[in-house]
T-cell receptor, first 115, second 116 residues
Framework: AQKVTQAQTEISVVEKEDVTLDCVYE???????LFWYKQPPSGELVFLIR??????QNEISGRYSWNFQKSTSSFNFTITASQVVDSAVYFC????????????FGKGTTLSVSS | GAVVSQHPSRVICKSGTSVKIECRSL??????MFWYRQFPKQSLMLMAT?????????EQGVEKDKFLINHASLTLSTLTVTSAHPEDSSFYIC????????????FGPGTRLTVT
């Protein structure tokens, strides 16, 4: 089965706290792609990162970092020093097998950052 | 700037009427586009794959006679919700893979449909 699980439905933190959003995926394919998207209240998806299955290097972009571990089929997302503007729904997604096919989304994690 | 556009961004229609949503790729040709539906506080669920020059492929449980998809050209796919009902009220999002890319996909800004 091809599946993405985001076990955390909602997370609330106070500004400047670090927060990690978990993502576990399932696929039998050896080639696949993983994504994180942010969806603010406007609804438009904001692309954050894409990772293919052969690139296990972790990545840091400003306050954002991603930890990809094939051994545990996880692709976790950490926001350091969270800000109110980080409040949104975050989706982890998977394209199994071939690039150019549809994404399979997790259920999303709603992050609320209060000041 | 946006590379996939959707029109309209919001639409309100009466129960029983039909509404058409357009999805356009702006800087590239898309032989395939995807239509997703998102109910409030839920995830995006794939409805169908739109294929230029051939019939759309619908996901299980999606009525093809109700959600008509036409991939009219290499830059345009349309989704028509026929005989709309209040339960069709949702956020509809299209996407298109960038040709030759390594899994890169572009999403439209979405269309919020409200059926009264």
């Amino acid at each position: 089965a091809q599946k993405v699980t985001q076990a955390q439905t909602e997370i609330s933190v106070v500004e400047k706290e670090d927060v990690t959003l978990d993502c576990v995926y399932e696929t039998r394919d050896t080639t696949y792609y993983l994504f994180w998207y942010k969806q603010p209240p406007s609804g438009e998806l904001v692309f954050l990162i894409r990772r293919n299955s052969f690139d296990e290097q972790n990545e840091i972009s400003g306050r954002y970092s991603w930890n990809f571990q094939k051994s545990t089929s996880s692709f976790n997302f950490t926001i350091t020093a969270s800000q109110v503007v980080d409040s949104a729904v975050y989706f982890c997604a998977l394209i199994p097998n071939q690039a150019g096919t549809a994404l399979i989304f997790g259920k999303g994690t709603t992050l609320s950052v209060s000041s | 700037g946006a590379v996939v556009s959707q029109h309209p961004s919001r639409v309100i229609c009466k129960s029983g009427t039909s509404v058409k949503i357009e999805c356009r790729s702006l800087d590239f040709q898309a032989t395939t586009m995807f239509w997703y539906r998102q109910f409030p506080k839920q995830s995006l669920m794939l409805m169908a794959t739109s294929n230029e020059g051939s019939k759309a492929t619908y996901e299980q449980g999606v009525e093809k006679d109700k959600f008509l998809i036409n991939h009219a050209s290499l830059t345009l796919s349309t989704l028509t919700v026929t005989s709309a009902h209040p339960e069709d009220s949702s956020f509809y999002i299209c996407s298109a893979p960038r040709p030759g890319s390594d899994g890169e996909q572009y999403f439209g800004p979405g269309t919020r449909l409200t059926v009264t």
